[in-house]
């Protein structure tokens, strides 16, 4: 049973920091690919970052490139996304998700579990 908790959102100013948090725990299965996604109120899912099984490349939606920061501890089954210089627009709901395929996706579809979500706002 695969569950991915997600943890270290809050209310933050405009220029602030924040880590978020995701455990992994029940993948038995090959390491997987790992994303980071959002949704705010009315807007759909939007990619943010991808890191691949072996932590070794990373990938970034346009929005926050050079600004957040994705990284895995495999040894704590665990994702992390640092994200620097937040802007208002940066406000959602944030999810992390696991990907059992060979390359890392930008679509959502392509991800099989998701965590319940932690909420990030910026003002």
């Known amino acids: 049973h695969v569950q991915l908790v997600e943890s270290g959102g809050g209310s933050v100013q405009a220029g602030g920091s924040l880590r978020l948090s995701c455990v992994v725990s029940?993948?038995?299965?090959?390491?997987?690919?790992l994303g980071w996604f959002r949704q705010a109120p009315g807007k759909e899912r939007e990619w943010v970052a991808s890191?691949?099984?072996?932590?070794?490349?990373?990938y970034y939606g346009d929005s926050v490139k050079g600004r957040f920061t994705i990284s895995r501890d495999s040894y704590k089954n665990t994702l992390y996304l640092q994200m620097n210089s937040l802007k208002p627009e940066d406000t959602a709901m944030y999810y992390c998700?696991?990907?059992?395929?060979?390359?890392?996706?930008?679509?959502?579809?392509?991800?099989?579990?998701w965590g319940q979500g932690t909420q990030v706002t910026v003002s």
């Open positions: 998700a696991t990907s059992g395929r060979t390359y890392c996706s930008q679509a959502a579809y392509e991800y099989d579990y």
């Open positions: 029940g993948y038995t299965y090959k390491r997987p690919c």
């Open positions: 890191i691949s099984p072996g932590g070794g490349s990373t």
